[in-house]
């Protein structure tokens, strides 16, 4: 997924996606909502990584804990995943249309387990 990831990152397709909704945010209401509309039917989730802290952070002297991470919805889309690294852990946030998804919580369980059965498919860093 990195790999791909990274391929499309480095593709000119963001820097034209950028500029099309730039352009698009300049349409009249009723133009931007259909473009909005057409993109979000050629999808069927979003899903974002955020690289957060590698150590504690600390607010009012206490130390945070966690994070909770909401993923960017648009259109129809009927799923979303945000997957937040934290001092060495993930947080997985889950947002999903309970007409299609009507558990979401198994969902991200079924997530945790399979970046269980992933990590412990690699070696150990040495």
């Not at 648009?74 to 009507?102: H, P, R, V």
Request: glycine share 10%; charged share 20%; hydrophobic share 40%.
């Amino acid at each position: 997924m990195r790999r791909r990831t990274q391929a499309l990152k480095n593709s000119a397709e963001p820097l034209v996606s950028y500029q099309l909704l730039g352009l698009t945010g300049r349409l009249p209401y009723e133009g931007e909502q259909a473009v909005v509309d057409l993109f979000s039917t050629k999808a069927s989730l979003v899903i974002t990584n955020v690289v957060g802290p590698r150590r504690p952070v600390h607010l009012a002297g206490r130390a945070v804990r966690g994070t909770i991470g909401w993923p960017p919805e648009s259109g129809q889309l009927g799923l979303g995943l945000a997957i937040i690294s934290y001092c060495g852990g993930l947080i997985i946030g889950a947002l999903t249309d309970d007409e299609i998804i009507s558990d979401p919580a198994r969902l991200v369980a079924d997530t945790k387990l399979e970046l269980e059965r992933l990590q412990a498919a690699v070696p150990a860093a040495r």
